[in-house]
């Protein structure tokens, strides 16, 4: 199972993954994107290859 984290010392809450990723996995936090739906994840990298702070990795 692809498991995205989100490196949150590098995350600027931009948004960019929530608005990347077709399957909903993230949502905005306060402070930090989250990864809300990681059962939903299909491991596609969009996130990854997007994400301007190269915060995301995408586990297997
Ligand atoms: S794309 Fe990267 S920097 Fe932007 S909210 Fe997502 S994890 Fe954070
Ligand atoms: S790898 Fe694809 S499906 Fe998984 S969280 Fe990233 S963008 Fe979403």
């Known amino acids: ?12 809450n931009c948004g960019t993954c929530v ?8 949502e905005k936090g306060e402070k930090t994107a ?3 739906k990681p059962s939903e994840c299909i491991g ?3 996130c990854e290859v997007q994400c301007p702070e190269e915060a995301i990795k995408v586990e297997d």
């Open 1 to 12: 199972m692809p498991q995205p984290k989100i490196d949150e010392k590098k995350c600027t």
């Open 19 to 26: 608005e990347v990723c077709p399957m909903g996995v993230f």
């Open 34 to 36: 989250k990864v809300a």
């Open 44 to 46: 596609c990298r969009a």
